[in-house]
Nanobody, 121 residues
């Protein structure tokens, strides 16, 4: 099967930086878009950023200019560099990948288990 494993979360002071990673493994034929969502307590899950296989990126307005999404297609890995972090960035961050497991199968979205990011002094 397919697994998405995130790493890099933690506690950071306001103004600090963190880099999240998410590696997809298992039976993978091809990956289309990959992305990051987040969910704060009591709020709905929201898109943070996503990136196509060709490198086209899309960001939520709240993170533009502070966060950068990138990917390594050879490693099936997506990254999220987060700079100038604010307390309101505190959330569980989830990665996802739209992938298919064979040449004639449908694309399906897979999710990671989530990693906690806490921004606090």
């Amino acid at each position: 099967q397919v697994q998405l494993v995130e790493s890099g979360g933690g506690l950071v002071q306001p103004g600090g930086s963190l880099r999240l990673s998410c590696a997809a493994s298992g039976r993978i034929f091809s990956i289309n878009a990959m992305g990051w969502y987040r969910q704060a307590p009591g709020k709905q899950r929201e898109l943070v950023a996503d990136i196509t296989s060709g490198g086209k990126t899309n960001y939520a307005d709240s993170v533009k200019g502070r966060f950068t999404i990138s990917r390594d297609n050879a490693k099936n890995t997506v990254y999220l560099q987060m700079n100038s972090l604010k307390p309101e960035d505190t959330a569980v961050y989830y990665c996802n990948a739209d992938l298919r497991q064979g040449p004639s199968t449908w694309f399906r979205r897979y999710w990671g288990q989530g990693t906690q990011v806490t921004v606090s002094s």
